[in-house]
């Protein structure tokens, strides 16, 4: 059984050429396409990508950089890489700052070694990395009140970041007991967060049933 399962990317971008290119260089990858910033909305409503790659001049006229508070209100824990040959410098700065801000910015023609590198940054310490990072700060700095369950809540994201990374890299199965030695849970918490993020969408299926199956697993 292939456990492997890497994560998704929507693309927005008009150009075929380009998303050839994309598609060539992020082929590890899980990635749906679309043309226009109103289809990448539609595809957000459908299922929240782990990262967005969006183009600045789209078809149908419409422009990356004026749908990105949309997207980012639409899905504002998932990373955004802009990608594009026309912006200048007030525009690229408009595009870094704020709270509806990107990530990172690439200039075209983008090299390809640079684009794996910075998704492979995104996915690693943006978006769930990122909030895990937040509410840590929040509660070192006593800026919210944090008792027992709140402090849960932040160790159980921090816990699955890191086994989102993990699962993803590899094609073999997991051991599950190891995984819950490591962390200091039992394996019915390792259990519960694989299937939040199998629910989610951002692993496959097939450990859920890995973890139905195994013999050794929690009654």
Do not use: W
Not at 37 to 44: D, S, V
Not at 121 to 129: H, N, P, R, V, Y
Request: with cysteine.
């Amino acid at each position: 059984m292939s456990t492997h399962f890497e994560a998704s990317i929507l693309i927005v971008e008009d150009d075929p050429q380009q998303v050839r290119l994309y598609a060539q260089a992020l082929s590890r990858y899980r990635l749906t396409c679309v043309s226009t910033g109103t289809a990448a909305l539609a595809a957000l409503a459908e299922r929240v990508p782990d990262l967005i790659l969006l183009d600045n001049v789209l078809a149908r006229g419409e422009i990356g950089t004026t749908f990105l508070p949309r997207l980012k209100e639409a899905a504002a824990h998932v990373p955004v890489i802009i990608i594009s040959g026309t912006l200048d410098i007030g525009g690229k700065l408009a595009a870094l700052q704020g709270r509806n801000s990107a990530h990172y910015l690439l200039e075209k023609p983008v090299s390809l070694n640079d684009l794996e590198r910075t998704v492979k940054t995104a996915l690693d310490e943006c978006g769930l990395g990122e909030t895990v990072r937040s509410l840590r700060s929040l509660e070192r700095a006593e800026l919210v009140e944090t008792g027992d369950r709140e402090r849960l809540f932040t160790e159980r994201l921090a816990r699955q970041h890191e086994l989102l990374k993990r699962l993803r890299s590899t094609n073999q199965r997991p051991n599950f007991t190891h995984l819950a030695a490591e962390f200091g849970v039992d394996r019915k918490s390792i259990r519960r967060d694989v299937r939040d993020l199998v629910q989610r969408g951002q692993l496959s299926a097939e450990l859920l049933a890995g973890l139905d199956n195994d013999p050794d697993r929690d009654g």
